[in-house]
């Protein structure tokens, strides 16, 4: 659909709208897609509510207990190696 084509559609006794299937598909708004909407100065701006709450890092920030010594940075990354080397071999099977 080009993009000054113009679309309507026609608002219902009970507020629904109903957004036509070329433009539901694109943006990929499928059945039970939270929407916001946001009255703008130009019209009515409807986008894709986002799936998660935003946070800061601080709101997260040890929200995981550990238990024990912290480990260092080498000890870290070595494990990580560990992990990679691990599944890369058991994906090679």
């Known amino acids: ?28 708004w499928n059945a039970g897609t939270r929407l916001i909407v946001e009255n703008t100065a130009d019209g009515v701006l409807l986008k894709a ?18 238990q ?6 080498k000890e870290m990354d070595a494990r990580i190696a560990a992990e990679a080397k691990r599944r890369h071999t058991r994906d090679r099977h």
Do not use: C, N, Y
């Open 1 to 28: 659909m080009p993009a000054s084509e113009r679309l309507t559609t026609t608002v219902s006794t009970k507020g629904q709208v109903i957004l036509p299937k070329t433009i539901r598909d694109q943006r990929h």
């Open 49 to 66: 509510a986002p799936i998660f709450a935003p946070t800061k890092p601080e709101d997260v920030f040890a929200s995981l207990p550990h």
């Open 68 to 73: 024990g010594e912290p480990k260092t940075l």
